[in-house]
Structures are given as structure tokens and as C-alpha cells.
């Protein structure tokens, strides 16, 4: 079990961010909590990451020196270990066999458990998909653009992927309700 250097909630440790420091003394975020040596894990929360940062929770944890970040700095760290984990669950799933992506392969959605769907699919094709989804009561969300997208895929431009596999489909649920705890405005800094 672990600790949240904040609200002090314990939890396992995949259940928080898991943030190391090098010899310098900045902050990290061990994306794959593999990183050598001590971690401070902290909530992925808006509040307590801001928070952390403000009650100098790292110098207590690490007892010593932390360079200064700004609290911007490690919600923006904190998503790109987020989409950085959620591109290799894509990759992943990918090699799998449990990826159908582009319109031809999602005439239908039988057998997807989640629907990813770009920001930049143009509103005729999103609005098809997305109803789809809904009527199929499949969960589905918008998330980076189509080159990003194919790119991840190892294929060209996609405006969509369904993930066939449940547990992928799980976890990508969780990957983007903890995006969206991190990102959502907390008095200030909202974006
Ligand atoms: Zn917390």
C-alpha cells in the first residue's frame, strides 16, 4: 500500500501518480513506477497534485531539496504519462489482434467494448459513430487527432478505433477519468 503525500489516502501504488527525483533534485513522473529509488506518490487529482507542490510535500518525502516546478508543469507531465500509457495500450492491443479501426471496419460496432474517436473526425462521421455507440451503450470519447491516431496504429490517418478486448476497454477507462480528475479546473489554473 501506498500514501497520497497530501489527502493521505491509501491505496495500492498503480492507483497513484508515482513521482522520483533525480540528482538535481527536479521532479519526474515514473510513468512505468520503475524508476530506481524512493517515490513520493500523490492522487491523480488536480487538488492534490497543486497542492503537493504548494505544501513542499516532495521536500518532506525525498527529505531534502526539490527543484521548483510549477504547478502547470506536473499536470502537464502527469497527462502526457497518461497518453503515453493509453497510446501503448493501443499499440498493445494493436498487435493483439483487438483493434478495428477506420469507417469500413466500424460499420458496425458488434463486439467493441470502447470507441475511440478523434477530435478532428469531421462532425457528419463523428456524429454517426458516436450515435451508434450510444444506442449500442458503448462507452466512447473523444481523444487526440486522426494522424495521432493512425500513427499509434501503425496505419495512416484513422478517425476511429474500437477496442474489442473488455479488459483493455476497462483500463481505458480509467486511464481517461484519471485524465480527467487531472485536468478539470480547481480554482485556479483551470485550461
Ligand atoms: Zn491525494
Same mark, same amino acid.
Given at each position: ?17 508515482? =513521482? ?9 513522473? !515514473? ?8 517515490? *513520493? ?5 488536480? $487538488? ?10 516532495y521536500n518532506r *518525502? ?30 498493445l492491443a494493436r498487435?493483439?489482434?483487438? #483493434?478495428? $479501426? ?5 460499420? $458496425?460496432?458488434? /463486439? ?9 473526425? @469531421?462532425? !457528419? $462521421?463523428?456524429?454517426?459513430? =458516436?450515435?451508434?455507440?450510444?444506442? @449500442?451503450?458503448?462507452?466512447? =470519447?473523444?481523444? %487526440?487527432?486522426?494522424?495521432?491516431? %493512425? ?10 478505433? /474500437?477496442?474489442? !478486448?473488455?479488459?483493455?476497454?476497462? *483500463? ?9 480528475? #487531472?485536468? #478539470?479546473?480547481? %480554482?485556479? %489554473?483551470?485550461?
Amino acid at each position: 500500500m501506498r500514501t497520497c503525500v497530501v489527502c493521505r489516502t491509501a491505496a495500492p501504488r498503480g492507483t497513484f501518480v508515482r =513521482i522520483v527525483r533525480d540528482p538535481e533534485g527536479r521532479l519526474f513522473v !515514473d510513468r512505468l513506477l520503475k524508476a530506481p529509488g524512493r517515490g *513520493a506518490h500523490v492522487c491523480y487529482d488536480r $487538488s492534490c497534485l497543486e497542492q503537493s507542490l504548494r505544501r513542499k510535500a516532495y521536500n518532506r *518525502a525525498f527529505e531534502g531539496p526539490v527543484a521548483p516546478m510549477e504547478a502547470e508543469a506536473l499536470v502537464a507531465a502527469v497527462v502526457a504519462a497518461i497518453d503515453a500509457r493509453i497510446d501503448d495500450r493501443l499499440a498493445l492491443a494493436r498487435r493483439a489482434g483487438q #483493434v478495428r $479501426s477506420g469507417g469500413q471496419a466500424l460499420s $458496425s460496432l458488434e /463486439g467493441v467494448a470502447f470507441l475511440l474517436l478523434a477530435e478532428d473526425a @469531421a462532425d !457528419d $462521421s463523428a456524429e454517426r459513430l =458516436i450515435g451508434r455507440a450510444r444506442t @449500442a451503450e458503448i462507452p466512447w =470519447i473523444r481523444h %487526440g487527432t486522426a494522424a495521432r491516431l %493512425g500513427e499509434v496504429l501503425g496505419k495512416g490517418r484513422r478517425i476511429a478505433a /474500437g477496442l474489442t !478486448d473488455a479488459a483493455v476497454a476497462a *483500463a481505458l477507462d480509467l486511464d481517461f477519468e484519471r485524465r480527467n480528475r #487531472v485536468l #478539470v479546473a480547481a %480554482g485556479t %489554473g483551470s485550461r
